[in-house]
């Protein structure tokens, strides 16, 4: 969707001010929080796609003031509500108990992360590398991976990444639509104008429903 969360392209929030030795947690509730988003899959059914849909869907003014892991501690507790793990919500994803959850499974996604469903026999390239594409100017109103900077532009296939299920439909729980999903090279000058240097490039991770032929 289009929302605060999509700043790319955005001014006037000031300077990005980089924080000398910045530490990988900042408070040990953020510990913990990431080993909760990482072991409560294993029990409730919910993936990253569902976890962004419901960050981007934080009101602009709350998702400005909360941090990294704030934003993960609302989304997930919108989740677990809509799913009746914690009270405060209507139930509308059941849920089927799992087998507990082993701590060294838990241990080994927080070390590689979780496998992500992907299968090239499942379907056909589009494009092939070197191919001119266009990213297709949409508006979704639901969770989308398509930066709103790119929309409308056209780049080249740099590399085909193999196949991959499509966030927008799996955030919504129609399924995983499997495509492929390319890198594509845009031209600074493309996106942000002359001022831009020259040889410079940007290179965007887009699925083939979010590309059409240049």
Not at 16 to 45: G, K, T, Y
Not at 72 to 99: D, Q, S
Not at 158 to 175: A, I, M, Y
Request: negative net charge; glycine residues 10%.
């Amino acid at each position: 969707m289009d929302g605060i969360h999509d700043m790319g392209g955005m001014d006037g929030f000031g300077r990005v001010e980089r924080e000398a030795n910045e530490p990988v947690f900042h408070a040990d509730w953020e510990r913990r929080m990431l080993a909760l988003s990482m072991a409560v899959p294993f029990a409730v059914p919910y993936s990253d796609d569902h976890l962004r849909r419901e960050v981007e869907r934080i009101p602009p003014d709350e998702y400005l003031r909360t941090s990294y892991y704030e934003k993960w501690l609302i989304a997930l507790e919108v989740l677990l509500k809509e799913r009746g793990i914690i009270p405060g919500g209507t139930p509308t994803v059941p849920v089927t108990p799992g087998a507990p959850i082993k701590a060294e499974a838990v241990a080994d996604a927080i070390k590689g992360g979780f496998p992500t469903r992907r299968d090239d026999k499942e379907a056909t390239a589009r494009f092939a590398v070197g191919a001119r594409v266009r990213a297709r100017n949409i508006h979704p109103k639901n969770h989308t991976r398509l930066p709103r900077y790119v929309r409308g532009h056209e780049g080249v296939i740099h590399t085909d990444l193999g196949v991959f299920g499509f966030p927008d439909w799996n955030s919504e729980g129609k399924g995983h639509k499997p495509q492929h999903c390319y890198t594509v090279r845009f031209s600074q000058q493309t996106l942000w104008g002359r001022e831009a240097p020259a040889g410079d490039s940007l290179y965007v991770d887009l699925w083939e429903d979010y590309l059409e032929p240049a």
